[in-house]
């Protein structure tokens, strides 16, 4: 890949996330015990806490391999950009936070193999949707996967996007640029669209407007695809990759938030998980992005959670640090609203009775599938399903 690849001259211009110079103080501090555990196990339930000891970090702009490389010490990171300015961005900041196990290389994804490395975890968000050819880029990082790792996938989704597919034709016909002056222009028109614009929610709720050069990432961009469901299970399978889940499930089931209540429950719950992803993106209408995680096809590792298993019982359910418990405005027979403050979606809410409310929140990541009762897994994995715990499946084996 050479500049004249209209992708990486935008990168040049429009480093993405705007540059800063510090991640401020949560970002000072290697993550906590109980969030390192939670981001692994979302992951990898099955493996220690620890054994995950190479991440890539594909199309890292300017932060996102610095984060990862604070909030993981123990871990080699390697980020890699075609943008020279998100490279030498992402090596200012790991050198004011003092940041010693991160490598960068200013290098296109497609050409990772040059790198002569495998790797337990491949991070690659917000930048395949970019590419010129997705599966060639998606080819080349399966290809890096070590035995037993996962790749975190993040790409535009489709019918959530329709907002921005309307401004960027907006912008086509126009024959607008990106200089400072136009897109001052441009966020000074944006003030006044109408009220109930479907670009108007991804303006109030994403990052991605939150200054000019995201602006000018989420609608100048030169080239974006966006993908539904069924898309990207069908990107994965062309790459040679399984889907394993997705990084917050619960806005995917049938069986989670208000779907769940409605005539057609028992018939979607009829169907394959594929197919449910698909309705259930249909029926939300409004994401924006789909995050996934997937592993190899052809590799054996276990990576699955069967709540039905022998050893479930000595699972310990670990509860994610964004889950809340409201005690307020709840139904009768409710005695609180198991709810992640995660989610964009309102109605991904559990409610739960007094006994399983206690039981929550006797989860201490210790406390296994076994001490919670006699419908401990069942409840488990209802919480699992909401994205309110992980799992350490590992029977014990984390680093405490
Ligand atoms: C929207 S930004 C996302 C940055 C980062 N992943 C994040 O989520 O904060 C897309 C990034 O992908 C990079 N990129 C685009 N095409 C690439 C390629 N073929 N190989 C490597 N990086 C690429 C761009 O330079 C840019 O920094």
């Known amino acids: 890949m050479s500049d004249v690849d209209p992708i990486a001259g935008f990168y040049e211009r429009h480093p993405y996330p705007p540059a800063v110079d510090d991640l401020g103080p ?109 599966d060639v880029g998606l080819g080349a990082l399966r290809n890096v996967l070590a035995p037993g790792g996962a790749i975190t996938l993040m790409v535009y989704a489709r019918y959530g996007r329709i907002g921005v597919d309307m401004l960027q034709e907006y912008g086509r016909r126009l024959g607008l640029g990106t200089s400072p002056a136009e897109m001052a222009d441009l966020v000074a028109t944006l003030r006044e669209l109408p009220v109930g614009h479907p670009l108007g929610r991804l303006l109030r709720e994403t990052r991605d407007f939150a200054d000019d050069d995201a602006l000018a990432d989420a609608l100048c961009n030169p080239r974006e695809r966006s993908y539904t469901t069924d898309d990207v299970h069908d990107l994965l399978d062309r790459a040679g990759l399984r889907f394993l889940r997705w990084e917050r499930q619960a806005p995917y089931l049938p069986d989670c938030g208000s779907i769940s209540e409605t005539p057609h429950a028992a018939r979607i719950a009829a169907v394959s998980p594929r197919e449910q992803h698909a309705l259930v993106e249909l029926w939300r209408g409004t994401m924006a992005r789909h995050t996934v995680i997937a592993a190899a096809a052809d590799d054996d590792g276990r990576h699955d959670l069967d709540f039905a298993a022998l050893d479930a019982a000595g699972w310990a359910p670990i509860v994610v640090p964004t889950a809340l418990a409201v005690e307020e405005r709840l139904p009768p027979g409710a005695a609180a609203a198991l709810l992640n403050r995660a989610h964009v979606d309102t109605d991904l809410v559990l409610f739960v009775d007094r006994p399983h409310l206690e039981r929550f929140r006797s989860m201490d990541g210790a406390r296994t599938v076994a001490d919670l009762g006699e419908d401990g897994a069942r409840f488990v994995e209802r919480l699992w399903r909401h994205d309110l715990v992980v799992v350490d499946a590992t029977g014990g084996k984390d680093p405490m």
């Open 26 to 134: 949560a970002a000072r501090v290697a993550a906590d015990d109980r969030t390192r555990r939670v981001a692994h196990h979302l992951i990898w339930p099955h493996r220690p806490l620890g054994s995950v000891q190479s991440v890539l970090v594909a199309g890292c702009g300017t932060s996102q391999a610095v984060r990862h490389a604070l909030r993981d010490p123990g871990a080699r990171v390697i980020g890699i950009d075609v943008s020279s300015a998100a490279i030498e961005s992402s090596r200012a900041l790991a050198a004011h936070h003092g940041v010693a196990n991160l490598e960068l290389h200013r290098l296109p994804i497609e050409d990772v193999a040059t790198l002569d490395e495998a790797f337990d975890h491949v991070v690659c968000t917000g930048v395949l949707h970019h590419l010129a050819d997705p």
